[in-house]
């Protein structure tokens, strides 16, 4: 009789585990959504670059080309995203083929030429490195053109690609390519003619 009920007593004890173990509730993992990182430090940045700078008129091969200068101020607001201010302007002599024009050669073409713009910039990054594209509204100028006699300036649509890379949070190096200008004309010149400008820069930013 002791064994029967020892018997019935564990039966029930197991079955009552049995019946336990089906109200414990399966633990499904945590699903965490990707966030995009944003900008470290404030997002300002700065920065300074050497220009290689070309005006040139497709149709007669008349140029004018000088090194420049380029002055570089942004915000980052994020990893893919932000917005940049340029002007460059040249530090040396403007170098000036009259291609097959009649106008007179120069030793050394009076005139200054500079560029200003501002670029929204979407970048796509890629571990140290950045791959972005410059796209903005911006003006060329040359000033006190010798045949006219007066400044000649475009302003429109810029666009531009490039790539730079971080040494660190702070310091990082880029180099690009803006089309700055490619229209019929330029100012009072080369009315009927195609004129494209182009700026090839090498240069270094700092982020605060």
């Not at 944003?38 to 670059?49: D, M």
């Amino acid at each position: 009789m002791r064994r029967s009920i020892l018997s019935l007593a564990s039966m029930m004890a197991l079955n009552g585990l049995c019946y336990a173990g089906g109200d414990i509730a399966p633990v499904e993992p945590e699903v965490t959504v990707p966030e995009v990182a944003a900008a470290s430090g404030s997002g300002f940045y700065v920065g300074l670059g050497v220009s290689a700078m070309s005006l040139r008129d497709d149709d007669s091969d008349e140029e004018f080309s000088a090194t420049g200068l380029a002055l570089q101020a942004g915000y980052q607001f994020n990893q893919y995203f932000a917005l940049e201010g340029r002007y460059t302007f040249n530090v040396s002599d403007v170098e000036y083929d009259h291609g097959t024009t009649s106008n007179p050669d120069y030793d050394d073409y009076p005139t200054d030429f500079s560029n200003a713009g501002i670029y929204l910039k979407p970048m796509y990054p890629i571990d140290n490195f950045k791959l972005y594209a410059l796209l903005g509204y911006g003006e060329v100028k040359l000033t006190d053109v010798p045949v006219a006699g007066v400044d000649s300036a475009e302003n429109g649509f810029q666009w531009g690609l490039g790539a730079s890379y971080s040494f660190n949070e702070n310091i990082s190096a880029f180099v690009d390519y803006v089309r700055a200008y490619d229209d019929t004309g330029f100012g009072c010149c080369a009315r009927e003619a195609n004129v494209i400008a182009d700026l090839w820069t090498l240069g270094v930013s700092y982020k605060f």
